[in-house]
């Protein structure tokens, strides 16, 4: 993120952006802090996801009814 951040007193400017070395602090720090947000949020998705469907899925293998006595004590 930092060498995202270079200002024209460390790199070398140009008039086109494709040309030049030199970045932008906010730019960067959007991106990277937007980047960090997103990117969590879908791995953690992803984990609690799978967590979630391996225990269904050894509920329903298994033939438990913890699930359905849960259900039963606690609906009104």
């Given at each position: 993120m930092h060498d995202c951040m270079i200002q024209?007193?460390?790199?070398?400017?140009?008039?086109?952006?494709?040309?030049?070395?030199?970045?932008s602090f906010v730019a960067s720090l959007i991106y990277f802090c937007s980047f960090y947000v997103i990117i969590t949020y879908i791995i953690l998705n992803l984990l609690v996801?799978?967590?979630?469907?391996?225990?269904?899925?050894?509920?329903?293998?298994?033939?438990s009814t913890e699930?359905?006595?849960?259900?039963?004590?606690h609906v009104l």
């Amino acid at each position: 993120m930092h060498d995202c951040m270079i200002q024209p007193s460390y790199c070398t400017p140009a008039d086109n952006y494709w040309e030049t070395d030199c970045g932008s602090f906010v730019a960067s720090l959007i991106y990277f802090c937007s980047f960090y947000v997103i990117i969590t949020y879908i791995i953690l998705n992803l984990l609690v996801g799978k967590v979630h469907f391996k225990t269904f899925t050894r509920e329903i293998r298994s033939g438990s009814t913890e699930r359905s006595s849960f259900v039963q004590a606690h609906v009104l």
